[in-house]
């Protein structure tokens, strides 16, 4: 009985994961908006921001907010958001309206990604709440490999990709729902909250810079590939939008069994090495991808880049949590705010891809991101983390 109820409070929280795993539709999203209104690519490339940009503006004044209004009611608050973004260009569907629906999508998602960790460890506790975590993550990543399916399925049956959203509404107030009539007892934290000026200014440690970047480049790299590779598919094979948009599911495909994989094997093997490794692949199959040009080859180099990326942000925040443990709580605050990477390289994309003439200087842009991402995984050691 006691494992039933346990079950009970964990389900509706773990289901929350999947709502936050959204903001990635936002890549096959943004092939069709810049089609239905035929936007440039410097200007299609500010769509993936108007989600990943309120990473670094409202990460840290969600913490503050959970402290004094609790983990519950702030994702139930960051669902309503949600609910309210997904509705507004289903009702009235312009280049506008998709804007605003993606900047609560990306609102909401900030806050469901601040408070619904510190949630689930109230439901969870001891052993299994690594476990629990990881179930949560690939929730996520299932739910990010779904979105370009359920355009198709939109597409296919009402004959508008934009039936999508009151879709993402409708599952969005069944977790909303769910949680309210769930009954969680949370426990109050005696830990000092972070303010903004103590979490900006660890910054100062250069480990700590050199990891906050590497969080920013490694979910620009994320939200890059979800985005350049349907674009890929229809530059360089002539396929269409719907077909095209199954490449992001490649490789959300590929990132989660990544993620499995480096579960078992970071167990076994030096997160530094296994860090260094993966990124070296990925930097050979960015390479490789300048000169695919039919659909088996990108796809596959896609899933390489997506499967050898999938434990380097996990690995980066642990690397920042171990610089400097008595200061966790302002460390894990700082590196979500490097999620607003994701804001920040799709409009390089976009620029120089029209600069180029052609998904060239998306590659270039993602190249520069990985690049970094090696500098870093040269850079650091074990003496730099354990400081």
């Known amino acids: 009985?006691?494992?039933?109820?346990?079950?009970?409070?964990?389900?509706?929280?773990?289901?929350?994961?999947?709502?936050?795993?959204?903001?990635?539709?936002?890549?096959?999203?943004?092939?069709?908006?810049?089609?239905?209104?035929?936007?440039?690519?410097?200007?299609?490339?500010?769509?993936?921001?108007?989600?990943?940009?309120?990473?670094?503006?409202?990460?840290?004044?969600?913490?503050?907010?959970?402290?004094?209004?609790?983990?519950?009611?702030?994702?139930?608050?960051?669902?309503?958001?949600?609910?309210?973004?997904?509705?507004?260009?289903?009702?009235?569907?312009?280049?506008?309206?998709?804007?605003?629906?993606?900047?609560?999508?990306?609102?909401?998602?900030?806050?469901?990604?601040?408070?619904?960790?510190?949630?689930?460890?109230?439901?969870?506790?001891?052993?299994?709440?690594?476990?629990?975590?990881?179930?949560?993550?690939v929730i996520k990543a299932v739910s990010s490999f779904c979105g370009p399916f359920i355009a198709a399925f939109a597409v296919a049956w009402f004959g508008n990709w934009k039936y999508l959203f009151p879709v993402f509404a409708g599952i969005t107030f069944i977790s909303t729902l769910w949680l309210l009539l769930t009954p969680?007892?949370?426990?109050?934290?005696?830990?000092?909250?972070?303010?903004?000026?103590?979490?900006?200014?660890?910054?100062?440690?250069?480990?700590?810079?050199?990891?906050?970047?590497?969080?920013?480049?490694?979910?620009?790299?994320?939200?890059?590939?979800?985005?350049?590779?349907?674009?890929?598919?229809?530059?360089?094979?002539?396929?269409?939008?719907?077909?095209?948009?199954?490449g992001s599911s490649v490789y959300f495909f590929c990132r989660t069994v990544g993620a499995f994989v480096g579960a078992v094997l970071l167990a076994r093997i030096p997160e530094i090495r296994y860090y260094r490794f993966n990124i070296g692949i990925a930097l050979l199959a960015m390479a490789a991808l300048f000169f695919a040009s039919d659909q088996v080859s990108i796809l596959v180099l896609v899933g390489i880049i997506g499967f050898t990326c999938s434990s380097i942000f996990p690995i980066i925040y642990s690397l920042a949590m171990k610089t400097a443990p008595e200061k966790a709580n302002e460390i894990s605050g700082l590196m979500i705010t490097g999620v607003c990477g994701g804001a920040v390289v799709p409009p390089l994309m976009g620029l120089l891809t029209d600069r180029i003439g052609n998904q060239t200087g998306s590659l270039l842009v993602i190249t520069l991101s990985i690049g970094y991402l090696i500098f870093c995984a040269l850079k650091i050691s074990s003496r730099n983390v354990t400081c």
């Open 184 to 246: 969680l007892t949370e426990e109050k934290s005696t830990a000092k909250v972070a303010t903004l000026p103590e979490t900006f200014g660890l910054l100062k440690n250069k480990t700590i810079l050199l990891l906050f970047l590497g969080i920013i480049f490694i979910v620009g790299v994320d939200v890059g590939m979800n985005t350049v590779t349907p674009k890929l598919l229809m530059e360089r094979c002539g396929m269409p939008v719907e077909s095209a948009g199954y």
């Open 1 to 137: 009985m006691g494992n039933t109820q346990h079950i009970t409070k964990i389900a509706p929280v773990l289901f929350g994961f999947y709502i936050m795993g959204f903001c990635d539709v936002v890549g096959i999203a943004t092939s069709y908006i810049q089609a239905d209104f035929q936007l440039s690519e410097t200007l299609a490339g500010f769509i993936p921001s108007m989600v990943f940009c309120w990473f670094l503006l409202f990460s840290i004044p969600t913490a503050l907010l959970m402290s004094r209004f609790g983990r519950k009611n702030m994702v139930l608050a960051g669902n309503v958001v949600t609910i309210i973004g997904m509705l507004i260009p289903f009702v009235a569907y312009s280049f506008t309206t998709c804007m605003v629906a993606f900047l609560l999508l990306g609102i909401g998602n900030t806050i469901l990604q601040v408070s619904l960790n510190p949630l689930l460890t109230n439901v969870v506790k001891g052993s299994a709440l690594t476990s629990s975590l990881t179930a949560g993550q």
